[in-house]
C-alpha cells in the first residue's frame, strides 16, 4: 500500500475522531485517540514529502482540532451536551432564591436521600435542599425552615408537628 493512503487514512480518522470526541460526552478516548492519529499522519507527511508537506499537513490539522474545540464548547453551552445528566447530575439548579423565599414553610417531599445534600419537590420544583438535622430518607417530607443565599435549608415535617 502507497505510503500517501497510509498518511490520509490517519489524517481522516483522526479527524473524525475528534469530531465525535467533540459532539458527545465521553471519557477522551476517541478524541486523544484521533489527536494522536492527526500527530502521526502529520509525522508522516513531514518525513516523506518534506518540510512544505509536513507544514501544510500541520497546519490543517490544527484547524481541525480548533473546529472542534469550538463545536465542542458551543455544544456545551447551549446544545445537547449542555442538557446532558452528565453535565447536571441529577438536580438542577437553583431558581433566584428571592423568588423563592415564599418557600419558607412549605412541604415538600425528598426526592433523593438528604445526607445532609439532596434533592427535595417543593412547590412543584425540584430543588437541592440542605437538611438541618443529618439524614433523611428518600421519599420523606420535609419542610423548608429558611433560605441563605441560595441554599434552602429543611427539616423533616414529622418534627415540626
Do not use: F, H
Amino acid at each position: 500500500m502507497p505510503e500517501i493512503v497510509i498518511i490520509i487514512a490517519c489524517l481522516a480518522v483522526g479527524a473524525g475522531l475528534i469530531a465525535l470526541e467533540a459532539i458527545t460526552p465521553g471519557l477522551g478516548l476517541p478524541g486523544l485517540t484521533g489527536a494522536s492519529l492527526l500527530a502521526v499522519g502529520t509525522w508522516l507527511m513531514w518525513r516523506n514529502y518534506g518540510v512544505t508537506g509536513g507544514l501544510i499537513t500541520l497546519l490543517a490539522s490544527l484547524a481541525v482540532a480548533s473546529c472542534a474545540v469550538a463545536l465542542s464548547l458551543k455544544s456545551a453551552a447551549s446544545g445537547r451536551l449542555s442538557k446532558s445528566r452528565i453535565i447536571l447530575g441529577e438536580s438542577t439548579p437553583v431558581p433566584d432564591i428571592n423568588k423563592e423565599e415564599s418557600l419558607v414553610g412549605q412541604e415538600g417531599e425528598a426526592l433523593t436521600p438528604l445526607n445532609p445534600v439532596g434533592d427535595a419537590l417543593i412547590g412543584g420544583k425540584r430543588l437541592e435542599v440542605l437538611s438541618e438535622g443529618g439524614y433523611i430518607p428518600k421519599g420523606a417530607r420535609v419542610t423548608v425552615l429558611r433560605t441563605e443565599g441560595k441554599k434552602l435549608t429543611v427539616k423533616p415535617a414529622e418534627a415540626e408537628k
